[in-house]
């Protein structure tokens, strides 16, 4: 941190005056810019996100497989951890219409505009990740678990590495004894982004396609674990 005395601040002044150049602009101005353009975007990306969303859905034809496995739990009553990628999250809200589930977002500005699209699909989010707020999150998501909620999460993480499956998924299922059901989302084009909500799967027709896997346990699962894409299943590396 950098110190500047009484003297020097006044000496810079009247330099300013004897040489006629304007005052520096205070960083106020900056971070007020800032402010709006985030207040902009809170305002405007969730709106449009749900509607391209909701556009995309009645554009492309759908294929579902697997949702069985789904049907028949939630048919007993049970609840679930939906498990998938987190660049597959794009079209995942669809995936189970009018699910009603808890799913974990990071604190991240881009969490606060995810979070603001996906509860216009119904879900909670529960805000909070490996690097910010991820022991409340978890916590909080064990106490919704064994309160009778469905959880959802991506076990890679928006920090990666891409589709390698973090313990916190299988510690989660432990904790609340509820069963992880595996799922996925692929396209015939590739559409992938930076922020990782593209969707991309080796799928030649021209339409999209969910997939859920069977249930697991976490007693039977290994704790270092990754995930095939598009295959909803688990597989050891």
């Known amino acids: 941190m950098r110190f500047r005395s009484n003297r ?3 000496g810079e002044a009247v330099n300013d005056l004897l040489t006629n150049r304007p005052p520096a602009v205070p960083h106020t101005k900056q971070a007020w810019s800032k402010r ?4 902009l975007k809170v305002a405007v990306v969730p709106p449009v996100g749900y509607s391209v969303i909701r556009l995309l859905q009645r554009t492309m034809s759908w294929r579902t497989d697997g949702l069985e496995h789904v049907s028949r739990i939630f048919g007993q009553g049970q609840r679930t951890i939906l498990a998938f990628w987190h660049a597959q999250q794009l079209m995942m809200p669809l995936a189970i219409p009018g699910l009603k589930a808890h799913i974990l ?3 991240h500005r881009d969490g606060e505009l ?4 996906v509860a216009r699909f119904g879900l909670d989010a529960v805000r909070g990740s490996s690097t910010r707020g991820g022991a409340e999150a978890f916590r909080r998501l064990v106490r919704l678990g064994r309160s009778g909620g469905n959880l959802v999460l991506t076990p890679d993480g928006p920090k990666g590495p891409r589709q390698v499956a973090k313990v916190g998924v299988v510690q989660l299922a432990r ?4 069963p992880i059901i ?5 396209c015939s084009k590739k559409n992938s982004s930076r922020a990782g909500t593209g969707s991309s799967c080796p799928i030649r027709s021209r339409r999209g396609s969910s997939s859920s ?3 697991f346990q ?8 990754s995930w095939s894409a598009c295959a909803g299943s688990w597989k050891r590396p």
Do not use: D, K, W, Y
């Not at 709006?36 to 207040?39: D, E, F, L, Q, R």
């Not at 995810?114 to 699209?117: A, G, S, T």
């Not at 904790?175 to 509820?178: D, E, I, M, P, Y």
């Open 8 to 10: 020097t601040m006044e």
């Open 36 to 39: 709006v353009t985030n207040a």
């Open 105 to 107: 977002i990071s604190q």
């Open 114 to 117: 995810i979070c603001r699209i």
């Open 175 to 178: 904790a609340t004894g509820l």
């Open 182 to 186: 595996p799922m996925a989302f692929g």
């Open 213 to 215: 896997g069977r249930r």
């Open 218 to 225: 976490s007693r039977r699962m290994h704790p270092l674990i």
